[in-house]
């Protein structure tokens, strides 16, 4: 269950919790964004979820090489 998928669980401060919200990749974090974007991606695809246009732009521009 994808609510319950370890891959998806990670221990936050509650306040990035209510930061974060269910805001996609339209929330990144400060340390490692591209690990966020991989770690984000990977649930999206194991669980068959859209991903939109935007976000396949956030995922490209945060995991560009530099």
Known sequence: M?????????P???KANLSKSDSGLDWLPNF????????????????QLPITRKEQ??????????
């Open 57 to 66: 732009a956030i995922a490209a521009a945060t995991c560009a090489p530099s």
């Open 32 to 47: 490692q964004p591209c690990a966020y974007v991989v770690r984000y991606l990977t649930v999206t695809a194991k669980y």
């Open 12 to 14: 936050v401060s509650e």
């Open 2 to 10: 994808f609510a319950n998928d370890l891959i998806e669980l990670a």
